[in-house]
C-alpha cells in the first residue's frame, strides 16, 4: 500500500540498516522446489525434489557434482545457478591443478561467496537469485554448508532450502541427535523422509522427481538417479515412477522407459 | 490501474522475488508465429509457421541451420534472434576447428545461456526478446530443447512455442507415447499436425508458410521449405500454396512461382 | 492523458512485451517522403519523391548509390542516413578488397540491420530514425529489401515506404502478378504509377521532385535525377518541371535550367 | 503548463517520432543576429549583422573564414561556433596536408555533421547550439550551404539564418531568378539589400554592424568589415558607422577611428 | 512519515551536513550480537556472544585472527565482514614479507578505514555494514580500537558493540580504573562480565555461544572456542553447554559432543 | 512557484533554446566583487575591489598575473579561477617554450574558453563558476577582454564585473571617448574612478582593498597592491587605508602596518 | 517544508548561483570541536579541544603534524580529515625529495584545494565534509590558513573554526592588534583564552582535552598533548584534567596516569 523507498537498489541501506534487494532476492530461492542436507561424521547427504516446467520437458537438474569431492543443490533461478555452479567448477579445478589436491570445502564456499556478495555492494548489478546446499568432503571430514545470495555461508547439521522446506526442518530438528552417528544408509533414509515432509498431499517421491547425492570418507560424490533412486524409494517405502505415473494415464507406460532414455542425458548444467 | 514499481529495469527484484523486465521479455515470444519440436529415439523434428510482414513480403524465415548436426526455430524479436543465432553459428564453428567434432548440443546451448543471463544482470542492457526451439543430434543422441531469454534451457519429448502455442502442446501431451519409436515420417507429421491445431479458422498450412526440419542418426540437418514441403502435406492432407492463393485471386497464379522463385533465395540470418 | 509507463527508454520493455522506443523511432520514417521500389527476375528498381525545405534549397537527396550493384532509398532522418549509408559504403568498399567480389545484397544488410540493433540495447542510445529500400543485384539475383531501425530486414516483391505509401502498395498489390516478367521499362513506369499514387491534389511528378535508380543483370547501378528523369515522366505522361513550375511563377524559367546546374551537383551523402 | 514527457534528453523519441532536444537547439540558432546568403554560377556571398554585446564590446564577429575556398556566418552560441569553426579548420587543414588540394565544400560541411549528429545519439552530451551558412569554392564550382545541429546540410540558391531571417528569405524568393546570372557587385548588394530586411525600425546597417564575405572562381575567400564596407554600404545607399553613431552621440565621432582600430584586431574564433 | 530528501545515497549531504546512508549502514551493526575489548597495560582481550540462525546450524565465528598479533571481533553482515578481514589479512601478510616485522595496529586500522571511507564518497558503492572491536600488540603495546565503516578508528580503554552493547558499556565504565593493571585473567573476567549484561533473561553464556580472544605482552593470539572456553565460564560461574542445552532438551546430549566437533572446523572467514 | 523543469542540468535545452545551468553559474560571478577593465592604444589596465571573509583574513587576492605580458582579475567562485588560472598559466608556459614568444592574448583566452565550452556539454560536470576580465599587450597591441564560463569571450575598450558593475560600466560609457588616446596615469585614474562608483555609501577605495594592474607598450605586466597603491589613491583624492581604518578602531594602527606585512605574502594562486 | 530543487548534487547551480552541496558539507565543519589560530612575525600556533566519542574512547587527535613546518587542525569528519592529511603529507614528501627544501605553505594548501576543488565539479562525487585551519613557516615567514572543502584557502592574522567558533573570533578582533609583535608564549596563551570563549558553562580546558602546536622562525612544528599541555595551562590558570576528572569520579585518578600512557599512543592519522 505503501512503497517502500529505499528497495530499489542493492547498495541502497534502509533506515533501519537493512538491504531489501538482497533480501528480495532470497524470496526467489524460496520458491525453488526442495532439497535437505544431513551431514554425519563420516558421511554428506543431499536429496531433492525435482520439477518440470510442462509435461514433456525433462525434469530440471536440482543437484549438482563440482568435483569428486563436492557437489551442491541449487533453489532459485537456474541461469544464476548455472553462472555460480560453473565458477565453482573452474574454481575446483585450477585449485586442484595449483596445489594438486582437492580445494578444501568451505575455501571454495567462501570464493563464490565473495562473487556474490560484489553484486551486493555495486550499483549496476543484483543479487544472484539462487542459494545452494553443498556437501563436501575434504581434510577436516565431511560437510554441509548453505550459500545464500547475500554472500553468507552457514554450516549445519541438517538443513533444509526450498519450497515448505519448514516442514523438512521440523523433521531435522527433531531426529538430528541420530545425524552424527547415523550410518550412510540410515542418512540417507533421513534425509528423503525430511524431503517427504515437504510434499503436498497431491504429492509423492517418485524415481522421476527425486535425486539423491552422497559424499563421504572413502566415498566420492556419488549421484542417484532416475531409475537409481528406485532402490531407496523401495527402502523408504515409496512407489517408483511407473507406479506414480499410471496414477494418471495408464496407456503410456510401455514407452516411458524408453522416452525417459532420451532424457536421461539432459545435464542441465554441463560445461567445459 | 496501478504501477509496478519493480519492473522498470531488469537488475531489480520485486518484493516477491520476481524479475519483471525478464518476464515481459517473454511476451515478445508469445507473439511470434507458432513453432512445434518433436524427438524421438533418433530423430529431432521442427515445424514451423511463416508469417509476411504484407502481401508482397517474403515470409520470415523461423527455422536456421546452426550447423550440419544442429538447427533452430526462433520465436519473437527477428533482430534479436540473428545476433544470437549467428553467435551459435561462430560458437559452433570455433569448437569444431578446436576440437575437430561438432559441439555438444547442450553445451552449445549453455553458451548462448549464459550470453543471454548477462542481459538479466547487468544496468543497462535489456533481456533478449526471442526464444528458440532447438533440434540436435550428438554422441548422446537427438535432442529438443528450449531457450529463453532468461538463459534457461529446458529438454523436452515434444513442445511448441509461440502464438496459440499451447493448442499444439495439448496435441503434444495427447500423443507423446508414440514419439519414442515413431519413425522419421510420422515424426514430422506429428509435428505438422500439432502445428495445425495452433491455426485460426482462416487460415491453413501452405507450401508457403510452413517450413521443416529434421535431424537424426546418419541425417544432416535437413530443410524442407516452400515448394519442398509439398510431399509432405500432400501427406497430411493439405492444400498446396496455389490452391491457397487462388482461393484469393485466382488471376495472378501463373506467374506466383516465378516470383516466389525470386524470394526463395532470401536467408533472414545469412552471415559468414 | 496517460503517460506511457515504459516507453523512456530503448532497453526497457513494456509488460506486453514490445519497446516503445523502437516504435516511436519508425514514426519518424512514416513522415519521410515516399519511396517506391520493384523487383522483376532481372532488375530492381527504385522511385523516389525529393523534397526541398525552401523554394530555394536544392531537394534533398532520396536514393544513393552504395555500390555498383546495390543502392538505396531512405527515409526518415538525414543525418541518421549519413551514418548508416556511409557505414555500408564502408563495408561494401571493404568486403570487394578482401574478397575480390561484391558483397551479397543479404550480407550487407545484415551487417547495418546488426548495427542498428545494438542501438535498441543499450542504454544511452537511441534507435536510428531512418528507414531504407534496398535494390541490388548479386550472385542470387536482382533483390528490394527493407531495412527498419529495430535491425529488422525484409525482403519484397514491391513495397512502399514514407509518407502516404499506403496508396502506392495497394498500386503494387494490385499490379504485382506483372512484375517478376514485366521488362526494365515497365518495372520503372509501374513504380513511378506507385508513387504518383502518394501525391495530394496539389503535387505532381516533375524533374525536381523525382529521383529513379535500376540495377539489374548486366546492368550496374544507375540513376535518373532532375533532368534524366524527364524522358521516364513523359512515358509516364507527366509534365516536367518547366511546366511545373510555370504554373507558379513564368519568368523565372529561363534561368532556372543554369540555376539547377549549380544545384545538381549536390551530393547529401558524399563521403570518401 | 504541461510537461512534454520527452523532451529532457536528446536520445529519447517522442510518440510522434520527435527529437524534442534536437529542436530546442535550433531555437538557440533563430535568437542569433542575421546572416544572408547567395550564390551565383560564379560567386558565392555571405554577409550578415554584428551585434555587440554592450556598447562599448566589440562586435561579435560573424563571418570566419575556414580555408582560401570556404569560409562560415554563425548564428547562435558563439562557444559552439568556435569548437566546430575550429574542427572544420583542422580538417580543411589536415585534407590539403594529404591530398595536395582544398577539400570540397560538401566533403567537409558532411564532416561537421557527422560530429554534431553524435550528440543527437549519445546520451550525457547535447545537440549543438549553432547553425553555420557556408560558403565554397571547389571543383563543381561555388556552393552554399546550411548546416544544422542535428547534422542535416542543405544547398540553397540563396537563404538566411538567425534573427527576422524570413523577410529576408521573402526578398531572396522574389528576385532568386536573377542571381545565378548576377555579377560579384549585384550579388553582394541583393545580399545587403536581404539583409537590410531583417532590421527593426530602430536598426540601419553600418561600418560597425555589417560584414561582407566572397569567395568564386579565381577569387579566394574575401572579408570586408568594418571601414572596408563602406564602398558597399554608399553603393547600397546606406550611412557608414559615423553617421549612424552621430545620430546617437555626436562628441565621440573623432576619436572613434581609434577605438575601432583597437578592436579591429579582435578576432573571436583565432586557433592555431 | 515523511520521506527523508537526502538520505538515498552515500554522495549526498544532508542540509544539516549529515550523510545519511553511512549512518544506516551503522543500524546493521547495532544488530549484530555483542561483543566487549577491553585493555590493560599488558594486554588486549575480546569476547563475543555467537548466534546461531537455525537450531541445527553453527554458531557463526565472531573473532577472527588477523596475525600473530592481531585479531578482530565482527558486529553486522558477515560477508562485508569477510571482504573486510581477508583485505587485512592480506595487508598484515604483505607489510610483514616487505618490511619483516608485525604491521603496527593503527596502520593496518587505517589501511581498512581508508578502503571503508572510499564507499562513502564514491557513487554507486555502498557502505559497508560491519564494524569491527580489534585487539593487537605492537611496539607501543596493546591496543583496543574501533573501526567503523564511515573509515572511523576510536581507541578505548574499554568499549562494547552490537545488539544490547549499552549495557556492556555500563558495566566497564564503572569499572575501567582497574582495567590498566588487572592481570590477563581479571581482565578475560571483566569482560564477560560485561557481555553477560547484555544478555536477555532468556540467555546465558556456555561454551556454544562465548568466544575469547587475548593478545598481549610476550603471548600471541589465543582463541578459546567451545570447549575450550569451559574454564573461563566456571571461574565466571556460569553453565557450560550441555548444561544450557539441557534446559531445552535432555535426550540430545549424548551425542552432541560428536556433532559439535563437526561443526568445529567451520571457520566462517577461512581464506589463503 | 513554478519548478522549471529544464534547468538541472547543463547539458539540456529549455524550449526557448537556453541553457539555464550556464545562466545561474553566471549568477555567482555577480556576486564576485566589482572589477573595472580599460584600454588605450598604448596600455591596458584592470582595477579591482578587494573583499576580506572577515575582519582578520586577508583580502582576497582578485588580480592575478598570467604572464609577463598578460594579467586577469577574476569574479566568482575563486576555487575555480585558481583551477582556470593555473591552465592558464601552464598554456602560457609552454606555448613560450614551444614557440619563443609570448602568446597571442586571444589564442590564450580562446584555449580557456574551450576547456569551460566543455563543462556546458557533458553530462556530470557542471559550468564554472567564475568570470574573468583579462589585459595583456600582444603584436597587436593592448587589448582587454572578457571571458564567461559558458566559453564566450569579448573584446571590449572599457568594461567592468561582478557586484553593483553597472555604475562602473555607466562612467565607462559616458567617458570611452577619452581612453583611446589616455595616458597612462589617465587610464589608471578612469578606471578607479569607475570602480569607485561601484562602492555603496559605507565603502570608501582604501590601499587594503583596492589593486591596480597595468600592461602596455613597452611595459611588463605590473601590479600595485596594498602600500603601492597610495600614489594612485592620493592622486584620486581618496584617504589611504590608515585613514580608512581609523574611521573604525584609531588604536589598532601603528601595529597594522606589520600585520599587513604578513599578510602582503598572500598569493592564493600560487603554483608552480 | 518546501524542497529545494537544485541541493541533490554538488555540480548543479541554483539560480542565485549557489552550489547547495558544497554549503551543506561546510555544516559538517561546524559541528566539529573548535580550533583556534594566531599568527604573529615570528611564530604561528593552533590550540584546539579534543572530544571522546566515550568516556572510556581516547581523544580524537585534532592536531596533526604534515612535515617539519606545517601543521593542520581538523573540523569535521574524521575519515575524510585522514584521507587528505595523508594527501598533504605524501605531497611534502615528495617536494621535499624532489627540490630539497620544504614545501612552500599555500603551495601545498593550493594542491589539496585543487584535489578538494575537483569534488564539487564532478558528478558522483561528494565535497569533503573536513576543513582544516593551517600554521606552516617557510621563506615567506609564519602563516596561518584556512582551508575549506570547496576549495578555499584563505590566510589570517588569527581566526577560529569549528562548534561555538564565534566566540573565540570576537576574542580575537578584540585582541589582534597585540598578535604581530606577541612573543611565543604570548601567542600560545592568547589562542587558549580564545578556544577557552568557546567553551560551555559545564566545560573546562584541561590536559585531556587540550592540545597546541606551534611552528615558528627557528622553531620546528611542536606538539603539546596530554601532560605536556599542564605548563601552559598552568599559565593560564586553568586546573588540569586530574582535577578537572576528580570532579566526577575522585577513586580513578591514581591509575588514570596509566591508562592515559597507553592511549597516549593513539595516532589517529598515521599513514607511511
Redesign the interface.
Known amino acids: 500500500m505503501f512503497?517502500?523507498?529505499?528497495?530499489?537498489?542493492?547498495?541502497?541501506?534502509?533506515?533501519?540498516?537493512?538491504?531489501?534487494?538482497v533480501e528480495?532476492?532470497?524470496?526467489?530461492?524460496?520458491?525453488g522446489s526442495a532439497t535437505v542436507g544431513i551431514?554425519s561424521?563420516t558421511h554428506a547427504v543431499l536429496v531433492a525434489l525435482k520439477r518440470n516446467?510442462?509435461?514433456?520437458?525433462?525434469y530440471?537438474k536440482k543437484l549438482i557434482r563440482i568435483d569428486d569431492h563436492l557437489g551442491i543443490a541449487i533453489a532459485g533461478?537456474?541461469?544464476?545457478a548455472?553462472?555460480l555452479s560453473?565458477y565453482m567448477k573452474q574454481e575446483a579445478t585450477s585449485s586442484k591443478t595449483l596445489f594438486s589436491r582437492p580445494i578444501?570445502v568451505?575455501?571454495l564456499l567462501?570464493r563464490v561467496?565473495?562473487k556474490?556478495?560484489l553484486?551486493?555492494?555495486?550499483?549496476?548489478?543484483?543479487?544472484?537469485?539462487v542459494g545452494f546446499l553443498v556437501i563436501g568432503y575434504d581434510e577436516?571430514?565431511?560437510?554441509l554448508l548453505?550459500f545464500q545470495p547475500?554472500?553468507?555461508?552457514?554450516?549445519?547439521?541438517?538443513?533444509s532450502m526450498g519450497s515448505r522446506s519448514q516442514s523438512a526442518?521440523t523433521y531435522?530438528?527433531r531426529n538430528?541427535?541420530?545425524?552424527?552417528?547415523a550410518s550412510r544408509e540410515e542418512l540417507i533414509l533421513s534425509a528423503l523422509r525430511a524431503l517427504r515432509d515437504t510434499l503436498t498431499k497431491e504429492q509423492e517421491l517418485t524415481e522421476d522427481n527425486v535425486s539423491i547425492s552422497v559424499v563421504g570418507k572413502d566415498e566420492k560424490y556419488t549421484l542417484y538417479d532416475q531409475a537409481n533412486t528406485k532402490e531407496w524409494l523401495e527402502k523408504l517405502g515409496e512407489r517408483g515412477p511407473a507406479a506414480a505415473r499410471a496414477s494418471r494415464t495408464t496407456?503410456?507406460e510401455?514407452?516411458?522407459p524408453?522416452?525417459e532414455?532420451?532424457?536421461d542425458?539432459?545435464?542441465?548444467?554441463?560445461?567445459?
Chains 1, 2, 3, 4, 5, 6, 7 share one sequence.
Open positions: 512503497r517502500n523507498q529505499y528497495d530499489g537498489d542493492a547498495t541502497t541501506w534502509s533506515p533501519q540498516g537493512r538491504l531489501h534487494q528480495y532476492a532470497l524470496e526467489a530461492i524460496k520458491q551431514v561424521s516446467a510442462e509435461e514433456l520437458s525433462s530440471q533461478l537456474a541461469p544464476d548455472r553462472i560453473n578444501p568451505r575455501r567462501n561467496a565473495e556474490a556478495q553484486n551486493t555492494q555495486e550499483y549496476g548489478k543484483r543479487p544472484y537469485g577436516t571430514g565431511p560437510h548453505e547475500s554472500g553468507l555461508v552457514l554450516e549445519y547439521l541438517g538443513t526442518r531435522l530438528e538430528f541427535n541420530t545425524f552424527p552417528t496407456a503410456e510401455p514407452s516411458a524408453t522416452a532414455a532420451i532424457l542425458s539432459a545435464d542441465a548444467m554441463e560445461t567445459e
